[in-house]
């Protein structure tokens, strides 16, 4: 069984969704203006990342991710239909 955990930069732990084909679902992670870093710790990887986000200026209210940065892992993210996608092995 795989075990998450996600805390913010005030070691804040944020919530997650765990799926059925063991995923991970952040939900809104990116929701604020600026940069926010965060820890990410399983049993199969640990990492940090940052996420800078801005406000959207498409006609409607919200937020965008403008850019992941990882630290201490090297991975690609995908953006796939406006959600990112984050492997590991």
């Keep these: 069984m795989t075990t998450y955990l996600l805390k913010d930069e005030n ?3 944020v919530p997650l969704t765990k799926t059925s084909d063991d995923m991970v679902i952040l939900e809104n992670i ?3 203006n600026g940069i926010k ?3 990410f710790s399983s049993n199969v990887k640990s990492f940090d990342l940052s996420i800078q ?3 959207f ?3 409607c209210d919200g937020y965008q991710i403008n850019k992941l940065t990882f630290t201490g892992i090297d991975i690609d993210a995908t953006d796939e239909k406006g959600h990112y996608k984050i492997v590991l092995k």
């Design 57 to 59: 200026k498409g006609g």
């Design 30 to 32: 990116g929701a604020y």
């Design 11 to 13: 070691n804040v732990s």
């Design 37 to 39: 870093k965060y820890t």
């Design 53 to 55: 986000s801005s406000e």
